[in-house]
């Protein structure tokens, strides 16, 4: 309702769907660092008013005319860059007790996997997934740097060991390593400085803070590839000369696609993949957000509704 405040707790009415859409009883809504930024995002009227959360599960109750691939009663959650229409940036989101969207946004969630995931690999787990393995074309094999191992990296790790490949991780919070070790991981830093000429094929960013993008290009190989998707600053200067003399490819990579929730869904059915999250009630949606903001959570944060 203002910005740089605290979320207000509002009464808005149920939401009717209209003909190619559904109504969601929301079950699980994650909680995400792009939210911090909505709240503090001064000059960016269009926001006010919106009932923010893009990563959001639950039940279908109510469908559209048009609609002839869901039910009532369907589990589903919503993928939020389907569209260039994401929910709450442009329309209200998850963090209700009842959420609309567009039919053709859902995924299917499996009986196996539970709420809190359920919402997580919406965002967290889609981003992450998209690229690794879609952007960054990560193969069984390859030595791949993951930076980064907070809600986002933590899955990319797994995902990379899964997958056969020797992955590194370059984390500085010490108390996060044994999670790291349990997933599987060949060695950890504490700075990807630590990774200069090593010869990584791959080195997804999950951080952000430049200094972590010019190290990941002094790590990879002559024709390696450096992924960012963190963004802890929005300007970084990069060590041009290491690039273009090792011909090494620097891409970006944001949100993902319906085929890639899926495919995680099945990792987490399988129980292979059970990232670190903290479940937290509706109630303490605004509290979650301070403490995101104050960097005081570890993994991820979803609500359950």
Known sequence: MEFGKPLALVEKADPEPG????????????????????????????????????????????VGSDVGDWKVGDRASVCPTNTSRCPGFHYDGGFATKQVSPADDLVAIPDEVG??????????G??????LMRRGEAKAGMKVGVIGLGGLGQIAAR???????????????RDVWPLAERLGVTQLVTDVAQWEDQDFDLVVDYAGFGSTTAGALRAVR??????????????ALIPLGVMVGRKARLIASRGGTKADIAELYTYVASGDLDPTLTEITFDDIPQGLADLAANRVTGRLVALI
């Open 19 to 62: 003909p190619d859409e559904v109504v969601l009883d929301v079950r699980g809504s994650g909680l995400c660092h792009s939210d911090v930024m909505e709240i503090e995002s001064h000059g960016a009227d269009w926001l006010l008013g919106t009932i923010i959360g893009h990563e959001l599960a639950g039940v279908v109750s109510a």
């Open 115 to 124: 709420w809190a995931h359920g919402a997580m690999m919406t965002d967290a």
């Open 159 to 173: 995902i990379a060991v899964l997958n056969g490949m020797d992955v590194h991780v370059a984390e500085p919070k």
């Open 222 to 235: 002559f024709d390696g590839t450096v992924v960012q998707v963190g963004l802890g600053v929005s300007e």
């Open 126 to 131: 889609m981003t992450s997934y998209h690229a």
